[in-house]
């Protein structure tokens, strides 16, 4: 884990938004940080952690398939912070979500994998913030 600091997770009904939003200000400006990339995870006890939008420093994105059209990922470089507009949740959205930073990682090395499966190139991590989803 690392130290980023999620927020913005609640318990909502189906169809209901959210808006996730983490602190990454600490490595902005930093000479490791020149370029990187961001993205935002869910886990759910039992599975794996996977992917959810994946966006870099220069602000190209991609999706899972599972939430492509329903989430958006966005980078707000004033403020320092990644944020993940959630509309139209279901159920199977319910999970603890996780943002990571990593630097130097390229959209293409994200997309080789498959944003779902990405989560091991990323190296630095929050803590989490729980979304639950009721039908």
């Known amino acids: 884990q690392g130290n980023l600091v999620e927020s913005g997770g609640d318990s909502v009904a189906s169809g209901q938004s959210l808006r996730l939003s983490c602190d990454v200000s600490l490595y902005m400006g930093t000479p490791a940080f020149n370029t990187y990339s961001m993205g935002w995870f869910r886990q759910t006890p039992g599975k794996e952690r996977e992917g959810v939008a994946v966006i870099t420093s220069e602000g190209f994105a991609d999706y899972a398939a599972f939430v492509r059209g329903r989430f958006t990922i966005s980078h707000d470089r004033f403020r320092g912070t990644v944020n993940l507009q959630m509309n139209n949740l279901i159920p199977d959205d319910t999970g603890t979500y996780y943002c990571?930073?990593?630097?130097?990682?390229?959209?293409?090395?994200?997309?080789?994998?498959?944003?779902?499966?990405?989560?091991?190139?990323?190296?630095?991590w929050g803590q989490g913030t729980q979304v639950t989803v009721s039908s």
């Open positions: 990571a930073i990593q630097p130097k990682l390229r959209l293409t090395t994200v997309q080789a994998l498959g944003v779902a499966k990405s989560s091991k190139v990323f190296g630095i």
